[in-house]
């Protein structure tokens, strides 16, 4: 070693899970050093939207009074019953249940991070312990207010971002969309980019940080004042152990390898193995574990934090519903890595979308969460025999007009560079998209002939596409009978191909409540711990609602915080 180094915890990556585990073990008074293998920090989180699944939140409670919406902790403990189903771990549960709110309270209290907030329905709202006063957003930051760390935190997937900006809340999104079509939405835009642009004028860059960067740079921000290293470019190459436990680890850095010693822990925050493909071989279907998988996660998320635990003892849990948060993807030609990866969140709930597989039918509801979208997707592909779980998009001209499909932006941003990369293809009747795509011709036109005939009317009888909260407020306010559904009859045709992927891995490192690492036996492996991704996910792979990686993830990162607090 070139050198060593002691401190009472380190932390090994710089997602919100870690930097919760470092700020609430910071504000104990203890001795901090977090770690980065990239040469940015902030993680998936970064790319994400920031929100968090935390029933019973004081932003909860305020949202029923502003609503008259009912929640209640019992009610959430029985919707995670049904979510969790066979594979829950109950106490686990409970922890979170408990924890959660305290852990918004203390952030609230102790540190930059802001909440607000949301009426927002749980994914499955048909349950009668639904509810739509969970969720909770990130206020929005300033970017100067970090100071020159700004320059070393994750942008957003650059494909998201609109002529270099961000937008920011789902008010501002709608906004966007609407531009081509309402005065006042077009107003609101150019102002929003004037703004912008005058703040790259004075400072370099944009000043509006948002969603899941406002949360990492609120998090830093709090750390930077608590003057607590974080090391870049240096991935942490193998734990260190004794007969005790864990005693710290090597990290790799510019200067060369350095011992590093945790006197009271180690905490693994690494995201996960979404970029391990032996790992997801292991543990994902066969029809998405193939080799040229593509996941808008963070290529830094290469399963290292299991690897390295595992040499030491600790257990591997893939006895979940998921082994990951599942997400429908498409992929934009001549872009590498994450960066050319598009998660489709707002297109396909449209009226005048449905998605088919190549036979040119349906598999799903296509205004489902995601989560839910893409295991119907794996299960059809895998029952017709085909190798790898896509499918095809598709939305009338109204439809791509109004919202756009994957990276093609509503009108008027034109969409010729997507067309000539075949990103996007585009024909004047359905037959002839078929042809070009490879679907089924027939198939497809009696598919959207069956589709059409219930979407005027407002129904879904195949799928009951719009029968839930969840879809009507994922639709098209205002349009009726059904704010999901619309008839596709206005050509030119467009089609976009989707594959499963997914944003975060869940099977993971097994752990008890106080996010401790457990080994074969379940016992705890003394001095470690695993939150976020790394962790094994406390709804055992299921989603219930908006934020169900990020608030588990900084929950158990605050229990491991101040777990690690109360050692000796």
């Known amino acids: 070693m070139s050198e060593t180094h002691t401190v009472d915890v380190l932390i090994v990556g710089t997602g919100a899970a870690g930097l919760t585990a470092a700020v609430t073990a910071r504000k104990a008074g203890l001795d901090v050093l977090l770690v980065e293998k990239t040469d940015k920090f902030g993680g998936t989180t970064a790319y ?9 939140s004081r932003h909860s409670a305020g949202v029923q009074a502003a609503t008259g919406r009912s929640d209640s902790i019992e009610a959430a403990r029985r919707y995670l019953l049904e979510e969790c189903g066979n594979y829950i771990e109950r106490d686990r549960v409970e922890a979170y249940l408990a924890t959660a709110p305290e ?41 100067r207010d970090l100071g020159p760390e700004i320059r070393n935190l994750r942008n957003q997937l650059p494909q998201t971002l609109f002529l270099g900006l961000a937008v920011g809340s789902g008010v501002e999104m709608i906004q966007f969309m609407r531009a081509g079509r309402s005065i006042k939405a077009m107003a ?11 703040q790259v004028v004075r400072y370099g860059e944009g000043q509006q940080v948002v969603r899941g960067r406002a949360l990492v740079a609120r998090l830093t921000r709090t750390l930077l004042d608590l003057d607590t290293p974080m090391w870049r470019n240096a991935p942490v190459q193998r734990l260190l152990a004794d007969d005790a436990g864990v005693t710290g ?15 009271r822990g180690v905490v693994l925050a690494a995201g996960g193995f979404p970029h391990d493909p032996a790992r997801r071989a292991a543990t994902f279907p066969a029809s ?24 030491v003892g600790a257990a591997f849990n893939d006895k979940v519903a998921n082994a990951a948060a599942w997400m429908p ?4 030609p001549g872009r590498g890595g994450e960066n050319g990866v598009w998660p489709h969140l707002v297109d396909r709930q449209k009226p005048g979308f449905i998605s088919v597989l190549k036979n040119g039918r349906r598999y799903t509801d296509e205004s489902a969460a995601y989560h839910d979208m893409v295991p119907a997707m794996i299960a059809a592909c895998e029952q017709a025999g ?21 990276a093609v932006r509503p009108f008027p941003v034109p969409h010729g560079q997507h067309l000539r990369s075949g990103y996007l293809l585009k024909a004047a009747s359905l037959r002839d998209l078929a042809q070009t795509a490879g679907i089924d011709a027939d198939a497809l036109e009696a598919t959207v002939s069956r589709f059409n005939a219930h979407a005027r009317n407002g ?64 016992a705890p492996v003394r001095g470690l711990y695993a939150v976020g991704n790394d962790q094994a996910s406390v709804f055992a792979g299921s989603y219930p609602g908006a934020g169900a990686t990020l608030g588990p993830a900084m929950t158990f990162g605050y229990i491991a915080g101040r777990h690690l607090a109360a050692r000796t």
């Not at 994400?48 to 019973?56: I, M």
């Not at 918004?104 to 102790?110: G, I, P, Q, S």
């Not at 749980?122 to 509810?131: G, I, K, P, T």
């Not at 879904?460 to 205002?478: K, M, S, T």
């Open 329 to 332: 993807c498409s992929v934009i």
């Open 288 to 311: 998405v574990a193939i080799s040229d998988h593509r996941t808008p996660a963070c290529s830094g998320n290469s399963g290292d934090g299991t690897r390295m635990a595992e040499d």
């Open 48 to 56: 994400s939207g920031g929100v968090l699944w935390v029933p019973g």
């Open 103 to 143: 852990m918004v309270d203390f952030l609230e209290a102790e540190t930059h991070v802001k909440f607000y907030g949301m009426d927002y329905p749980d994914y499955h709202s048909e349950s009668a312990y639904a509810s739509s006063v969970r969720s909770i957003g990130t206020v929005d930051f300033t970017a």
């Open 188 to 198: 609101f835009v150019i102002g929003k980019m004037l703004r912008h642009f005058g």
């Open 459 to 522: 129904t879904d009888p195949d799928f009951n596409r719009g029968g839930r909260a969840y879809d009507l407020y994922q639709g098209e306010a205002g349009h009726a009978p059904n704010p999901c559904l619309g008839p596709l009859e206005n050509g030119p045709f467009h089609a976009v191909k989707i594959y499963a992927s997914e944003i975060g891995t869940y099977a993971g490192l097994k752990t008890d409540v106080s996010a401790r690492v457990l080994d074969k036996d379940g």
């Open 386 to 406: 085909y190798g790898e779980a896509s499918a095809w998009l598709i939305g009338d001209a109204r439809g791509v007009k109004r919202w756009g499909i994957g």
């Open 249 to 263: 680890a090597v990290v790799r850095t510019v200067q060369g390898e350095i011992a590093v010693t945790a006197r």
